[in-house]
């Protein structure tokens, strides 16, 4: 008798494997990227599956800068398009990533991040690209930036940066490390329907009564796929609602401001946080990326030598999830930021912070991961 079939697939998988499927279910059709240690699983990935799905396109770029070029143009095309990089070739991206968020192109922009600066250390772990993640390019600009901790995560939060960037017309970042790169564990592919995927929106008017940047509620203008009958002006130069360039200081502060309070009033929506065992601790851990799994596991550690300790796990880096944040830092006389670079995300607890808590940091830059008992220690210690 033949085996009852399951619903849904089952992979032994590591987390790079794991964006690559959340990429295809959330209908991405365009990747364009280089290889770069450690994210290049991505890009063979993709490379390997998108020609069976319709429509489907790979390239490899010559470089980083002309790969976010080619998937800013995929995305005023009407694609959902993505790219991937490490430390070295995000820093080549950052004027495009400028570039997008003017334009305002739906894209996703997966970072693995890796120990730097400069080539630095290319196959071990590190998140020494969170502040560059939200400040990189010049200029204000608001941003989405999206981390994950478990490969299962990588295939959620790539669906998510997908629902984000289509949503909001943004590009959206996500903040993978080698570790959460590279880890293989059960994943679990969705069947198509079980999971959200949302599309940009399409103009409803005639072509001749759109108007390319017109404000709305949402702030976020409809897009239409170029040549699809709809025209308007691209430029990385302050534009007007009809996206000519202007430097007229009503039409540039309308511009700017639009942009900003089209991600600023979702902020609910946007800001993803895990909580674990916060709602009785007396000390809690906020954490993101895989020294959010070390953290769990000390968490438990020293709920067994009868020490009340919680996590709040970041999901959502940017725009920074004050909310949740400042509801740990008001429970919890102290509050232990780990994390694998100088202090970056505790720069922000600490910003929001105001006398609240006694923030300590535990910090590695030495490539290697912090481990659930570096973390224990200042769990148990009055």
Known sequence: MASKKRSRKELFAQGNDAVVEGALLSGCTFYAGYPITPSTEIAEGMAARLPYVPDGVFIQMEDEIASLGAAIGASLAGRKAMTATSGPGFSLMQEHIGYACMVEAPLVIVNVM???????????????????????????????VLSASNVQECLEMTVTAFNFAEKYRTPVILLLDEVTAHTRERLVIPEAGEVEILSRVAPSMPPEWYVPYEDGLRGVPPMPAMGSGYRYHVTGLTHDRNGFPTSRPDEVQA????????????????????????????????????VARSARLAVDLAREQGVRAGLLHLKTLFPFPRPAVEAVLRT???????????????????????????????????????????????????
């Open 114 to 144: 890796r120990g730097g600066p400069s080539t630095g250390l290319p196959t071990s772990p590190a998140q020494g690209d969170v502040q560059q993640a939200r400040w990189g390019t010049h200029g204000d600009h608001s941003i989405i």
């Open 255 to 290: 511009l700017i401001s639009r942009q900003f309070r089209k991600i600023d009033q979702f902020f609910y929506d946007i800001q993803l946080t895990e909580s674990y065992l916060c709602d009785d601790a007396e000390v809690a851990v906020v954490a993101y990326g895989c």
């Open 332 to 382: 919890c006389p102290r509050v232990v930021v780990p994390e694998m670079n100088m202090g970056q995300i505790s720069r922000e607890v600490k910003r929001v912070n105001n006398g609240l808590a006694a923030v300590r940091t535990v910090n590695r830059i030495d490539g290697q991961i912090i481990t659930p008992q570096e973390i224990l220690k200042p769990l148990l210690r009055g």
